[in-house]
């Protein structure tokens, strides 16, 4: 079947219980068990609970892993990855990433001793180059946040697999509607469900999906090890973000591509990045690798720190706030607030400068948004 319709009936049987079309929320911590150890296949709620069971199912297969595991928070999912990366690990990470994935690596680097190496992964040489050490990681974000930098993710998979490192992929800001990262070759994906799963901004929740059967028992068995799991409520909220996540993205894509347009070539503007415009220096590899260019949109101005500053307070149908891929569009200024954590020097050398703005374009009318951003340059 078609990707739409797998997402409202993939691995989303009725309730066996009760025939209700919408899993229900099963809010039980534990199970009863008929004899010690004999159960029904549930135990306790932080190793398996049915509502979470089934997002999980869902969410593994529209990845096209073997196995999906829901957590509390992307980073609930970043963290339980990397307790599989003990002390002298080496991993090597795209050069742009969410600012809490990079304050979490540095962490690791720090106390734990695994080595982290930033590169530029939409340079293939600078990847075979940083791959030429051993590695046992290849951690990428494709789209990036927040300059929408794409990785071939078939060509660095290729190079990872020859270098024996496993590749992992924050597929965030594509969702699987748009981008399918084992498909392509990767190992594992992970999720921040928080945005366009979710895709109300109404939960925190993270998830890893997992190409090989023992890596899905692996992880699985630091899942409940480590117990940053979501509750079942937030789970239903995401199977219910599921079922419209084709038509959402959709909706996304066409706010983004008007407000892209607006952007692009503007005198107040130093540079729009969007993978949709055919000036986007990875556009071709978009166009492959992608079913759709997304909902999100950067955009450098001109004037610098104040000019961002400026901009935002004229913007009125974009809110000022963290996030992303909810129904609502936001504005984010990096520099003071999701990236806030990465060092300056080290922010400005990689493009996220003092003018950058990070725009999520809702699913409004995309000619409200155009106007929104078209008369907020107006002002400047
Ligand atoms: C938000 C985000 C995360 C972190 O997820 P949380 O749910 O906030 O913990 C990780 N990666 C990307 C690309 C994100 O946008």
Not at 316 to 322: G, N
Request: glycine residues 8%; charged residues 20%; proline residues 4%.
């Amino acid at each position: 079947m078609r990707f739409d319709t797998r997402l409202i009936h993939e691995r989303q049987p009725a309730d066996a219980a009760t025939g209700a079309v919408n899993t229900p929320i099963y809010l039980s911590s534990t199970f009863r068990q008929r004899a010690p150890n004999r159960h029904s296949g549930f135990v306790y709620s932080r190793s398996g609970n049915p509502t979470r069971a089934v997002l999980e199912a869902a969410l593994g297969s529209l990845e096209s892993g073997n196995a999906g595991l829901a957590f509390s928070s992307g980073l609930g999912a970043l963290t339980t990855l990397l307790e599989a990366f003990p002390s002298g690990s080496r991993i090597v990470a795209v050069d742009d990433l969410y600012g809490g994935t990079w304050r979490l690596f540095e962490h690791h680097r720090r106390q734990f001793g695994v080595r982290v190496e930033y590169v530029d992964t939409t340079d293939l040489a600078a990847v075979r180059a940083a791959l030429a050490t051993p590695a046992d990681l290849v951690y990428l974000e494709s789209p990036t946040n927040p300059l929408l930098k794409v990785t071939d993710l078939k060509a660095v998979a290729r190079l990872a697999k020859a270098a024996h490192a496993t590749v992992a992929v924050d597929n965030t800001f594509a969702t699987p509607a748009l981008q399918r990262p084992i498909e392509l070759g990767a190992d594992i994906v992970l999720h921040s469900m928080t945005k366009y799963l979710g895709g109300h901004s109404d939960i925190i929740g993270g998830a890893l999906v997992l190409r090989s059967k023992e890596d899905a028992e692996r992880f699985a068995w630091l899942q409940n090890a480590v117990g940053a799991v979501p509750s079942p409520f937030d789970c239903f909220l995401v199977l219910r973000g599921l079922h419209t996540l084709g038509v959402r993205v959709r909706a996304h894509g066409e706010s983004a591509r008007a407000v892209a347009e607006v952007l692009d070539g503007h005198r107040k503007v130093r540079a729009t990045f969007y993978p949709g415009l055919a000036s986007h220096p990875q556009h071709a590899i978009a166009r492959r690798q992608m079913d759709g260019y997304g909902g999100m949109v950067s955009v450098d101005l001109a004037g610098g720190r104040r000019a961002a500053l400026a901009f935002l307070r004229r913007l009125e149908v974009f809110t000022l706030a963290e996030s992303l891929g909810g129904v609502e569009s936001l504005v984010d200024h990096p520099a003071s607030m999701t990236h806030a954590s990465v060092r300056k020097a080290e922010r400005e050398a990689h493009g996220v400068t003092d003018g950058l703005l990070r725009l999520s374009c809702g699913i409004e009318d995309p000619a409200d948004l155009a106007d929104d951003v078209r008369s907020a340059l107006g002002s400047l």
